[in-house]
């Protein structure tokens, strides 16, 4: 079978205001697929170098559009919304059309740039909804009468290692319960809302109403940033009828992540209930990545068991980490001195998730 690896791509971002507060230093360099880190402690060591499928600098040269839109001034490196997409986003639609499933999931620590790619804000529309609107425009720009399109939603998050809807207003007290597919294995939200989507501007309504349903604590770090895992799921079925009129339905699901911050508990400040919730991030995070480090291993030849069910995150992304799905994870970097060891310790998750191996193949069946 053919073997597809994570891909995985790096983007630093501007300074913040706290940073540029603080007088930070800029530690990250790109050149090429190389992204380098220097320990600001030890400035005159050589920095510690990685290599990644693709590498975004996003930290400077660019300016600002009269709608609010960050475009590359000429000739900078400056990677715009529209440059990620075109690479990662346009490969996840032409793997969704092609019947594949394909995840996406953003990696870092709070305020690094996670949500800004996958969901983006205001003008500077993310891969997530990017996705979506160049989904339908594929859709309704079809002229083939044999092929019908079906798409449909769901949106969770994963908080304290509950399952809450966020396409729903009343969410039982404990969270939606994770179950088995006892013929599959595969692990599913059971009474999930998954509704039916019929055009880009519904998609929007339907995750602006998830937002608003989120559960938004602050913390430190970063005032308005979720403390939970968002989890967007799109399943886009193709159905396409042959000319002895029989129809075979091909189906991706596009699993697509914004995870929690990966700082420790203790540099958020975090006390009390805030620091019970790191707790369960943390669980739920450390349990993805000694997933990522197992599947790692294994796919370097060792024989590892793969804890899945460690948490609720690693049950529902079974498929993207170790099945079928064509699977690509963003590590969001500060540029910051003041940052160092976090950053370091994305980079080396970034690392790990690169050496997965996963079988994506086409989902093509007849329909009954
Ligand atoms: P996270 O989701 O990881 O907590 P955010 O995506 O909310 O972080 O980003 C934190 C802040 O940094 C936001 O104000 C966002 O607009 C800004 N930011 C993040 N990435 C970029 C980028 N690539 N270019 C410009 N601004 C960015
Ligand atoms: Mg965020």
Known sequence: MPEDS??????????????????????????????????????????????FDYSYWSHDGFVTQDDGFLEATPGSQYASQKKVFADLGQGVLDNAFEGYNCSLFAYGQTGSGKSYSTFGYGSNKGIVPTTCDELFKAIDGNKDDNKRFEV????????????????????????????????????YVQDLKKVPVGSYAEIVKRMDQGTSNRTVASTN?????????????????????????????????MNLVDLAGSERADST???????????????????????????????????TMVKYRDSVLTKLLQNALGGNSKTLMI??????????????????????????????VINENPMD
């Open 269 to 303: 400040g975090a006390t009390g209930d805030r620091l019970k919730e790191g707790a369960n991030i943390n669980r739920s995070l450390s349990a993805l990545g000694n997933v990522i480090s197992a599947l790692a291993e294994q796919s370097m030849g060792k024989k």
């Open 221 to 253: 770090m970063n005032a308005t940033s979720s403390r939970a895992h968002t989890l967007v799921t799109i399943v886009f079925d193709q159905i396409i009828r042959n000319n002895a009129g029989q129809e075979t339905k091909k189906t991706s699901i």
């Open 152 to 187: 449909t939603l769901s949106i969770l998050e994963i908080y304290n290692e509950q399952v809450r809807d966020l396409l729903s207003k009343d969410n039982p007290k404990g969270g939606l319960q994770v179950r088995q597919n006892p013929s599959l294995g595969m692990f």
């Open 6 to 51: 994570v891909k995985v791509a790096v983007r630093v971002r501007p300074f913040n205001q706290r940073e540029m507060d603080r007088q930070a230093k800029l530690i990250i360099k790109m050149q090429g697929s190389m992204t380098s880190i220097q320990n600001p402690e030890t400035p005159k060591d050589e920095p510690k170098k990685f290599s």
């Open 331 to 360: 590590a969001a970097l500060s540029p910051a001195d003041i940052n160092y060891d976090e950053t370091l310790s994305t980079l080396r998750y970034a690392d790990r998730a690169k050496k997965i191996k996963n079988q994506a």
